[in-house]
T-cell receptor
């Protein structure tokens, strides 16, 4: 079975541009979460979506937005990119909204570099 | 003070060594303690998790939680070059709250053949 898939794997943008990152959860998983991992740090929670509704938001500015589609795939959008947005963006899926510790599966991430 | 403290290393050991990775935390309400392994350019994968205090063993890996000291450990026995990765600890107040995981910085481990 395919795991969590993310695209693109790498991308380079310049300051002020906008970026869209995509995620397909494991088949049957209804919850998708997005995390930002800056080099040398642990992941920071950005959003969680379940059944197409936002169910949680981390401490990120409004430049960050996301949505979930009927097939449970998800997009993360970041507008007006800043140098500090350079990071690995991770998508994680789980079957339920309140999945337990063993139920969160991460994709390989999209590495964004902002110049 | 950060909620979770983890020495980023790097840690370099010879093949076959016993590796000890540690995290300390400040919030005594944490109940679930997780260890993730992250290979370069990959997402984190869950290695083990424990609930409350105690030990848990899985093959060459042992996780320990000492709630009285607010200290958790991951031991790797007979370490292999394939264990070279970054190890992240994560904690949560409850089981069903993935988005509220509090992560350490990760410890970079290199196992040399």
């Amino acid at each position: 079975d395919a795991g969590v898939t993310q695209s693109p794997t790498h991308l380079i943008k310049t300051r002020g541009q906008q970026v869209t990152l995509r995620c397909s959860p494991i088949s049957g998983h209804k919850s998708v979460s997005w995390y930002q991992q800056v080099l040398g740090q642990g992941p920071q929670f950005i959003f969680q979506y379940y059944e197409k509704e936002e169910r949680g938001r981390g401490n990120f500015p409004d430049r960050f937005s996301a949505r979930q589609f009927p097939n449970y795939s998800s997009e993360l959008n970041v507008n007006a990119l800043l140098l500090g947005d350079s990071a690995l963006y991770l998508c994680a899926s789980s079957f339920t909204l309140a999945g337990g510790p063993g139920e969160l599966f991460f994709g390989e991430g999209s590495r964004l570099t902002v110049l | 003070q950060k909620e979770v403290e983890q020495d980023p290393g790097p840690l370099s050991v010879p093949e076959g060594a016993i590796v000890s990775l540690n995290c300390t935390y400040s919030n005594s309400a944490f109940q679930y303690f997780m260890w993730y392994r992250q290979y370069s350019r990959k997402g984190p994968e869950l290695l083990m998790y424990t609930y409350s205090s105690g030990n848990k063993e899985d093959g060459r890996f042992t996780a320990q939680v000492d709630k009285s000291s607010k200290y958790i450990s991951l031991f790797i026995r007979d370490s292999q070059p394939s264990d070279s990765a970054t190890y992240l600890c994560a904690m949560s107040l409850s089981a069903g709250n993935n988005r509220k995981l509090i992560w350490g910085l990760g410890t970079s481990l290199a196992v040399n053949p």
